[in-house]
């Protein structure tokens, strides 16, 4: 098995500065470059194989201009009945999505892909989570949109913001549905051979101080 030392270059494909703050956590050296890749859904695609290939294709594209690099990517899918809820198009869009979410529950899917092209190795884990989110006011709603928060978030909405604080109630990974499941991360880094120093359970520290479990609070 190798050690980071083999890889001098780990690469993250995303310039989300939610993925570089969770991957930092776990004290890991690395560079981070967008990947820009067509995110539309194919036809009849179900929200698994589109979190899988999406991440799939951002670290195949950034693995094309860093040879050598070893690649990290994720994407995040929210889906609720059926429905598909990307980034929202402008604020009435957020406002729509963010009012279908209101106090009730969806699936958010974050799939991760690490790629090693130079030892032809590629692993892809997925995160599933529900979250059921609380009854928030109009006025609450329309100050979060204000913000500007909404606009780069697929489903609308941050898990983690401080004075909205969507979610009432997590089954799953809170860095997941933050778009980058910690422990998802850590498994497929050492799976690559690179030498992780931090520690998921250490590292996902968020909502109600859960990460990668399932938590019953009443919502």
């Known amino acids: 098995m190798t050690s980071q030392a083999a890889h001098p270059i780990l690469v993250l494909a995303s310039s989300s500065p939610r993925r570089r703050e969770l991957l930092a956590r776990l004290g890991v050296i690395f560079e981070a470059f967008a990947a820009d890749v067509n995110e539309e859904a194919c036809a009849g695609e179900e929200p698994e194989a589109l979190a899988r290939r999406l991440s799939q294709a951002k670290a195949r594209a950034l693995a094309d201009r860093r040879p050598g690099a070893l690649i990290l990517a994720s994407d ?7 429905e598909l809820l990307g980034k929202p198009l402008d604020a009435a869009d957020a406002t729509r999505m963010l009012r279908s979410l209101r106090h009730t529950d969806h699936l958010v899917i974050t ?7 130079a030892q032809g190795r590629e692993l892809t884990l997925v995160s599933m989570s529900t ?3 609380r009854n928030y006011t109009d006025d609450e709603l329309a100050v979060y949109i204000a913000s500007g928060d909404p606009q780069d978030k697929a489903g609308a909405y941050a898990i983690q913001h401080p004075t909205f604080a969507p979610v009432a109630r997590l089954d799953g990974c809170y860095s997941g549905v933050m778009g980058f499941p910690l422990g998802h991360v850590v498994e497929i880094l050492t799976a690559l051979g690179v030498a992780v120093p931090g520690s ?16 019953n609070a009443a919502p």
């Open 111 to 117: 799939a991760v892909t690490g790629l090693d092209a």
């Open 131 to 133: 979250v059921w989110m």
């Open 76 to 82: 995040t899918v929210v889906t609720r009945h059926g």
């Open 200 to 215: 998921a359970a250490t590292a996902c520290q968020g909502w109600r101080g859960v990460c990668c479990q399932s938590t």
